[in-house]
């Protein structure tokens, strides 16, 4: 279970997105709750659905990958105003100086509290797994059955885009309950998911050292889910190892969770307009966010598969060339060199070790996209197919 406290922009009672300026919801009639927080990043009023197992997938032909060294091809033109943003004294003036998120203490419910959810099912909170600033994720149990029929609708669209797109699995969590609990006079806000198993962080914490087949395998994992995604018209936006998934029954099984920083940037089908200082800059996990979200701006796709590729990057290589480093506008400033000659840090990071190919070839591309481009999701699971050799990528994971 996933409790948080931030903007209501759906309603807690009946599930319809509302206006943060509503004060009763336009659907049911219901009395909102008053959010209390400032500035905090958008999310999504429906989380995407969760799939069902599948069976083993066809691995794609890597014939339209091919390797390219130095800059991209291509070089992206930017959007005048993010050019602006980079060139313009007055614009610098203006951008974000490491001030950082306005967090909001969020202070843990004690064990065996029994909240309620929607569907009037109580859950009984357990064990407090972590406790950060976005939330806290607790071990809950139900104590009264709960519909299914949610679950169904779910299975069907899921199960479409399993079909179109030949997947083995999809790692989006089934949103079981969500709910509003009121304690020592705050509103929390809360969802309930099926037990994941192992975040990757701490497989990482505990290994030390990864398998470069585990970790092109779960960066092809993310890829599959973040271009469905993207398709439903959200991002993620906040793409760490703590947020993804391993099921340790069934090690084929790979998840992406946490969707508080997500983000509707192609409502309608109408793309987001690039916008610095748009929304809190630096947003999310400062290590691994785009730049995009450091400006200020709304995240766009590029900004997860931005993100992706930095996870990727420290995974491989153990570090980044801002780790350690704690204020958000030095991080910034580190990143903006890295974007401007990728190849060259790269040799700085694995310094006598070999640059694997495909993180040249992942980097080149998703640095180069504009901010409304869509990415090349075949070629970069394709890229990574050519990396596995003869490990499929929806085969067990080696943790």
């Not at 009023?45 to 691995?59: E, N």
């Not at 099926?194 to 990482?204: D, M, R």
């Not at 495909?358 to 640095?367: A, Q, R």
């Amino acid at each position: 279970m996933f409790i948080y406290r931030m903007k209501v922009n759906f309603c807690p009672q009946c599930g319809e997105k509302v206006d943060d300026a509503f004060k009763f919801c336009p659907n049911c009639g219901l009395k909102l709750p008053i959010d209390e927080t400032n500035d905090e990043p958008s999310t999504p009023s429906k989380l995407p659905p969760s799939p069902v197992k599948r069976s083993p997938v066809k691995r794609l032909s890597s014939a339209s990958a091919s390797p390219n060294e130095g800059s991209c091809a291509k070089r992206r033109t930017m959007d005048k105003q993010e050019t602006d943003t980079l060139r313009s004294p007055s614009s610098r003036q203006g951008s974000p100086k490491g001030k950082g998120i306005k967090h909001i203490k969020i202070e843990p419910i004690p064990e065996n509290e029994i909240l309620t959810d929607n569907n009037n099912t109580n859950w009984v909170l357990g064990t407090l797994f972590t406790n950060g600033d976005n939330g806290v994720l607790y071990e809950a149990y139900r104590t009264s059955a709960t519909s299914k029929k949610q679950h169904f609708l779910l299975k069907l669209v899921i199960d479409k885009w399993k079909k179109s797109h030949d997947y083995s699995f999809l790692g989006i969590p089934t949103c079981i309950a969500f709910g509003l609990h009121k304690y020592k006079q705050q509103d929390y806000r809360f969802l309930v998911f099926p037990a994941l198993g192992k975040s990757f962080q701490t497989i990482i914490n505990e290994k030390k050292v990864l398998l470069e087949k585990t970790i092109f395998q779960i960066v092809y994992r993310m890829v599959d889910i973040l271009e469905y995604i993207h398709a439903n018209e959200y991002v993620h936006g906040n793409i760490t190892a703590e947020n993804i998934f391993v099921n340790f029954d069934d090690f084929k099984e790979v998840y992406l969770a946490d969707y508080y920083f997500a983000f509707r940037y192609c409502p309608a089908g109408k793309h987001v307009k690039y916008q610095d200082g748009s929304k809190t800059p630096h947003a999310g996990s400062t290590e691994f966010i785009s730049m995009d979200v450091h400006k200020g701006a709304a995240p766009s796709r590029r900004s997860d598969m931005e993100s992706l590729g930095y996870c990727m990057l420290k995974w491989l290589c153990g570090s980044l060339p801002w780790t350690g480093i704690t204020k958000a506008s030095d991080i910034m400033e580190e990143k903006d060199k890295f974007k401007n000659d990728i190849q060259v840090t790269l040799k700085q990071c694995f310094k006598k070790k070999r640059v694997p190919e495909v993180l040249k070839i992942y980097l080149d591309h998703v640095m180069c996209l504009n901010y409304e481009d869509a990415p090349d999701y075949d070629k970069l699971r394709n890229t990574l197919c050519d990396a596995l050799g003869k490990t499929d990528p929806y085969d067990a994971v080696a943790v």
